[in-house]
């Protein structure tokens, strides 16, 4: 079940079967990776751009499980990695301002050439730098709240174990 066309491109390419949310709604296991990790299992993602595809994945599996390097695993989300905002195109300076009224540092994220990037549903994409995330969950509702606004990365209380890679091995942390 690819969360993006373009993983679905390269799948297709390899003679993967490949099988929709509308053949499957409900999914057993969904993997994935993410951009930070905080204690909590609370998760920044969407820097591959699919952040909203990515979260329907999530939100239709039994279980989410994540796996990253340890380089992403953080005391506090928007540590490290810019949070990614979904917004439609029109308005999106609006939703930008939005943003930025919560203590963010938005920017329109751009192609190689400087057009905008434009996700598999058609949408910008602000990337928002904060001073740090303490609360995620509610800055998830504060952004979700405003009109033209489709998606945040934040994945909160989604993943349900996390296996992490590192110098001395791997290390699998749960919430379950």
């Not at 690819?2 to 390269?10: K, M």
């Not at 994935?32 to 591959?48: M, N, R, T, Y």
């Not at 192609?111 to 910008?124: Q, S």
């Amino acid at each position: 079940m690819p969360s993006s066309e373009r993983s679905a491109a390269r799948a297709r390419g390899l003679d993967i079967p490949l099988a929709t949310l509308n053949e499957h709604p409900i999914l057993d296991l969904a993997i994935d990776g993410a951009d930070e990790v905080a204690p909590d299992l609370s998760l920044i993602k969407g820097h591959g751009g699919a952040l909203l595809r990515e979260k329907i994945v999530a939100a239709a599996s039994r279980r989410f499980v994540i796996i990253v390097d340890e380089s992403k695993i953080v005391g506090q989300l928007g540590t490290k990695a810019p949070l990614p905002v979904e917004v439609i195109p029109f308005g999106w300076r609006a939703a930008a301002s939005h943003v930025e009224g919560l203590g963010a540092q938005p920017e329109l994220r751009r192609k190689a050439d400087g057009e905008p990037f434009v996700t598999d549903e058609g949408n910008y994409i602000l990337d928002c730098r904060f001073p740090g995330i303490p609360d995620p969950a509610a800055l998830d509702r504060q952004i979700r709240a405003r009109a033209g606004v489709v998606e945040t990365g934040l994945f909160v209380g989604m993943a349900k174990e996390v296996i992490v890679a590192g110098v001395e091995g791997v290390r699998s942390i749960s919430s379950i």
